[in-house]
Structures are given as C-alpha cells and as structure tokens.
C-alpha cells in the first residue's frame, strides 16, 4: 500500500518561498511519475506540477515560473519548491504518484498579503 507524508508546509508573506517535501514508500519510487496537486477551500482539487520518472516536468499555468518540481529516487522524495508566492496559492498542497494512489494529509500552505 502507497503511502505518502507530506511536510513542510507554513505561514508565509507573499513574495516568500517554502520548499515542500513528500516521502513515498510501498512503491518502486522510480518507476512512478508523481505529481502535486493543492486543494483551496470551497475549491476542487487542482494539478500543480508533474514529473516524470526521467525528470520531464510541467507546470499549472497559475504556477509556472514560479514552481519547481524535482525528485531524488535515493530518498524516495519529491520536492516542491514554491517561490514568488501570492495569496491565491493558499491551500493544503499534497503529493500523489501517476496514477493517483490513496491520498495522504496534505501540509498546508497559507500566503499573507
């Protein structure tokens, strides 16, 4: 069974930066593409960042430029490092394997202006 843990998340003033971190286990991490995805209140859950198991990225359009996707198959680790950040990119963000797994706890990400 997958499991994903989530971390990293935080309060932040906007134009800050926060560096999230997600731990897979119960899977050959390296074969699996992963994603990120963040979920804002009263909001459906939306597609933040891909990456491949050859480390192709994409990006939400609401977040490219500004998001960096990365993944260290030593760790069994994928990142999201969150720069530039506005007030709309509050939300729980959470990491999931391609195709989706079970979901994990998210972190939560709240950027004040």
């Known amino acids: 069974q997958v499991q994903l843990v989530e971390s990293g998340g935080g309060l932040v003033q906007a134009g800050g930066s926060l560096r999230l971190s997600c731990v897979v286990s119960g899977t050959i991490f390296s074969i699996n593409a992963m994603a990120w995805y963040r979920q804002a209140p009263g909001e459906p859950r939306e597609l933040v960042a891909t990456?491949?198991?050859?480390?192709?990225?994409n990006y939400a359009n609401s977040v490219k430029g500004r998001f960096t996707v990365s993944r260290d198959n030593a760790k069994n680790t994928v990142y999201l490092q969150m720069n530039s950040l506005k007030p709309e990119d509050t939300a729980v963000y959470y990491c999931n394997t391609l195709p989706n797994s079970g979901w994990g706890q998210g972190t939560q990400v709240t950027v004040s202006s």
């Open positions: 990456i491949t198991r050859g480390g192709n990225t």
